[in-house]
């Protein structure tokens, strides 16, 4: 079975950064569209940011951000890693959260991992 692995979390001033990473294991796996959400206890899980395959190997995957996180926060893979990464820069309290990894297509839903806590202090 594919498995996700979330790490990179941690506890962060507001303004500071982290670099989230997703790594996904399986001899089967298939690197396709992957995203990043996050969920506090008490909301629904909500997508942050999302980044596709690229047409071609000279074509990079294109991206998309929340409004909350727009022009903070980065996405990014490494397709030979079958990694994604989440770049979060000039942090906020409001993002404090359990960040998780997936595929966007429902039919291609791998089992939840589970997830890496960021805590961003005021």
Do not use: H
Not at 25 to 47: H, I, N, V
């Amino acid at each position: 079975q594919v498995q996700l692995v979330e790490s990179g979390g941690g506890l962060v001033q507001a303004g500071g950064s982290l670099r989230l990473s997703c790594a996904a294991s399986g001899s089967r796996f298939s690197f396709s569209s992957m995203a990043w959400y996050r969920q506090t206890p008490g909301k629904q899980r909500e997508l942050v940011a999302s980044i596709t395959s690229g047409a071609s190997i000279t074509s990079g995957g294109r991206t998309y951000y929340a409004d909350s996180v727009k022009g903070r926060f980065t996405i990014s893979r490494d397709n030979a890693k079958n990694t994604v990464y989440l770049q979060m820069d000039r942090l906020k309290p409001e993002d404090t959260a359990v960040y998780y990894c997936n595929r966007i297509a429902p039919w291609a839903t791998l089992p939840w991992g589970q997830g890496t806590q960021v805590t961003i202090s005021s």
